[in-house]
């Protein structure tokens, strides 16, 4: 059975009624980009090692991790909140026939252990805290990532000329913006062309709804070998607003920070129940988050396709691209009969992708 999808067009000259709410929409995205940046600014240099240094200053330990804790559920609960308002707005501008429930009451609908999504949100929530869990998930390569990303920062110190002009520094933002995009069209199709790649990857495939949530399902393992490709541009990021701010440039933290909306927004709406679909010219450069259905979708003739969920340049660029015509074409999502789907969520999470790993590998003995 065809699995109907809703679809939302943004209209930014009609801003009554739904297309308001779009607006209330944007909000949370706007206060996590903002935390984002922050972070990004002014603490590049403690990004991997802040959470050990909870354990090294006991006496503000309860206070950071609280702190922590308080920022990423309010930010999540609020996005969350509004896409499921939203969602419910657009619902009733629908034909009965094209209704679909909201993401949230989808979660118990996909298949597999019963509400698996809210085990892996309160999984990654937990190991993200807790770094002993991290280090232990990651084999012991955090350490190895904090030596790469200060080795990086040495280097682009002391061989990139940074300039304090609002031209240059907007041409640099950017610059390391497509750079960045284009490591991970890379990165991502690797995991999907790659056979031992795959078998970490097929963890965030595994849904068969999207659930707003749903993109939490990302196995520590696959970040522990490809997270090299994106290190060293992450850390020209941050050295690039850092060099913008100290020489007060407003016009590249501006084009950074609609950035940032852009990839969280689309982050989440790509896993929501409604696929929203930019206007052009808009769409012929950004990704719009309902093209994410069809990286999902279970139709043979999806495989392989909008890897990027930024900009649609590379897909464009290397024949990967399906634009909004096929969503009509969306059977279902998730990988059929994954075995992601046959075992507790904390089995799944933790043992499960390395021993898919591992039997691949005997099998090529």
Same mark, same amino acid.
């Given at each position: 059975?065809?699995?109907?999808?809703?679809?939302?067009?943004?209209?930014?000259?009609?801003?009554?009624?739904?297309?308001?709410?779009?607006?209330?929409?944007?909000?949370?995205?706007?206060?996590?980009?903002?935390?984002?940046?922050?972070?990004?600014?002014?603490?590049?240099?403690?990004?991997?090692?802040?959470?050990?240094?909870?354990?090294?200053?006991?006496?503000?330990?309860?206070?950071?991790?609280?702190?922590?804790?308080?920022?990423?559920?309010?930010? +999540?609960?609020? =996005?969350?909140?509004?896409?499921? !308002?939203?969602? /419910? %707005?657009?619902?009733?501008? $629908?034909? @009965?026939r094209e209704y679909n429930l909201p993401s949230l009451s989808r979660i118990k609908k996909s298949q597999g252990y019963k509400y698996a999504d809210v085990w892996?949100?309160?999984?990654?929530?937990?190991?993200?805290? +807790?770094?002993? =869990?991290?280090?232990?998930?990651? !084999?012991?390569? /955090? %350490?190895?990532?904090?030596? $790469?990303? @200060?080795?990086?920062?040495?280097?682009?110190?002391?061989?990139?000329?940074?300039?304090?002009?609002?031209?240059?520094?907007?041409?640099?933002?950017?610059?390391?913006?497509?750079?960045?995009?284009?490591?991970?069209?890379?990165?991502?199709?690797?995991?999907?062309?790659?056979?031992?790649?795959?078998?970490?990857?097929?963890?965030?495939?595994?849904?068969?709804?999207?659930?707003?949530?749903?993109?939490?399902?990302?196995?520590?393992?696959?970040?522990?070998?490809?997270?090299?490709?994106?290190?060293?541009?992450?850390?020209?990021?941050?050295?690039?607003?850092?060099?913008?701010?100290?020489?007060?440039?407003?016009i590249p933290l501006i084009i950074y920070f609609l950035w940032i909306v852009i990839s969280i927004f689309g982050d989440f709406l790509g896993h929501s129940s409604i696929a929203i679909i930019y206007p052009?010219?808009?769409?012929?450069?950004?990704?719009?988050?309902?093209?994410?259905?069809?990286?999902?979708?279970?139709?043979?003739?999806?495989?392989?396709?909008?890897?990027?969920?930024?900009?649609?340049?590379?897909?464009?660029?290397?024949?990967?691209?399906?634009?909004?015509?096929?969503?009509?074409?969306?059977?279902?999502?998730?990988?059929?009969?994954?075995?992601?789907?046959?075992?507790?969520?904390?089995?799944?999470?933790?043992?499960?992708?390395?021993?898919?790993?591992?039997?691949?590998?005997?099998?090529?003995?």
């Amino acid at each position: 059975m065809t699995q109907t999808i809703n679809t939302f067009k943004i209209n930014f000259l009609n801003l009554n009624g739904k297309y308001f709410l779009f607006i209330v929409l944007l909000l949370p995205f706007l206060i996590s980009a903002c935390r984002t940046v922050e972070i990004e600014s002014f603490n590049s240099d403690r990004i991997f090692t802040h959470l050990y240094q909870i354990f090294l200053l006991p006496e503000n330990s309860l206070l950071i991790l609280s702190w922590n804790i308080f920022w990423k559920l309010t930010i +999540f609960l609020s =996005i969350v909140f509004t896409i499921t !308002l939203f969602e /419910f %707005n657009i619902q009733k501008h $629908l034909d @009965k026939r094209e209704y679909n429930l909201p993401s949230l009451s989808r979660i118990k609908k996909s298949q597999g252990y019963k509400y698996a999504d809210v085990w892996y949100l309160i999984i990654t929530l937990i190991v993200g805290q +807790f770094p002993l =869990i991290s280090v232990f998930l990651s !084999l012991g390569t /955090f %350490n190895l990532f904090n030596g $790469l990303e @200060k080795n990086f920062h040495s280097f682009y110190q002391s061989y990139i000329p940074f300039e304090s002009t609002e031209i240059v520094g907007s041409l640099g933002i950017i610059f390391a913006i497509l750079l960045f995009d284009l490591a991970v069209y890379i990165r991502h199709r690797l995991q999907h062309k790659i056979s031992w790649l795959w078998d970490f990857h097929e963890f965030h495939h595994s849904p068969t709804e999207m659930t707003i949530i749903s993109k939490n399902r990302e196995s520590t393992f696959e970040r522990i070998f490809t997270k090299p490709l994106t290190l060293p541009i992450t850390v020209l990021h941050y050295l690039l607003i850092k060099e913008n701010i100290a020489s007060g440039n407003l016009i590249p933290l501006i084009i950074y920070f609609l950035w940032i909306v852009i990839s969280i927004f689309g982050d989440f709406l790509g896993h929501s129940s409604i696929a929203i679909i930019y206007p052009k010219p808009l769409s012929y450069i950004f990704m719009s988050p309902g093209l994410h259905l069809l990286h999902h979708s279970s139709n043979p003739s999806h495989y392989d396709c909008n890897f990027c969920m930024g900009t649609t340049i590379f897909d464009r660029l290397f024949g990967t691209y399906l634009d909004e015509s096929h969503l009509k074409d969306i059977d279902s999502f998730g990988v059929k009969n994954t075995e992601y789907n046959k075992y507790h969520p904390l089995f799944s999470f933790t043992l499960l992708p390395l021993i898919k790993v591992y039997r691949r590998f005997i099998a090529l003995r």
